[in-house]
């Protein structure tokens, strides 16, 4: 319990700091837990997913964002590959033909991205919920 004005202002100032602290390592956790989740339903070990700071590598697709770029607090989730797209297992693609009117084959749709996510959503916003609640509570 705080007494006095001095030690309310101390731990009121106080509150900023650690909010911001316990969000950078929640992203970097849920960051972490989504792409080693993704990184199990690949369809190929060539697709590289990864999570950084900011903005993806060039040539990266980019799968995505969190957070808000102006607080600098943006974590970007991408896919990259060095000879195809990797939206190309994400999404399919239609039958493709040459020139010539030749059959080359299509990619079936074996999406790794957004079911993933669709079934992390609720605990990664739960656990970020949690620990911003904790370091309030414990400043």
Same mark, same amino acid.
């Given at each position: *319990?705080? +007494? ?6 101390? @731990?009121? &100032?106080?509150? /900023?700091?650690?909010?911001? +602290?316990?969000?950078?390592? $929640? ?8 792409? !080693?989740? *993704? =990184? ?15 903005? /993806?590598?060039?040539?990266? *697709? $980019? ?7 102006? @607080?600098?607090?943006?974590? &970007? ?15 399919? %693609?239609?039958?493709?033909? &040459? =020139?010539?009117?030749?059959? &080359?084959?299509?990619? /079936? !749709? ?5 079911? %993933?996510?669709? !079934?992390?959503? @609720?605990?990664?916003?739960? =656990?970020?919920? @949690?620990?911003? $609640? ?6």
């Amino acid at each position: *319990m705080v +007494q006095g004005l001095k030690e309310f202002n101390r @731990r009121w &100032t106080q509150i /900023p700091k650690l909010v911001r +602290q316990a969000a950078i390592e $929640t992203l970097e956790m849920n960051a972490e837990e989504l792409v !080693a989740a *993704m =990184r199990a339903v690949l369809p190929l070990d060539e697709i590289e997913i990864a999570w950084t700071w900011g903005t /993806p590598p060039k040539g990266a *697709m $980019t799968l995505g964002k969190v957070g808000t770029s102006d @607080r600098g607090l943006l974590i &970007t989730v991408y896919a990259r590959a060095d000879d195809f797209n990797p939206a190309w297992f994400e999404f399919g %693609t239609g039958p493709r033909f &040459t =020139r010539a009117g030749r059959y &080359t084959g299509q990619i /079936p !749709a074996s999406p790794f991205f957004w079911p %993933t996510y669709r !079934a992390k959503k @609720r605990r990664l916003k739960s =656990r970020m919920t @949690r620990n911003i $609640t904790k370091a309030i509570r414990n400043a």
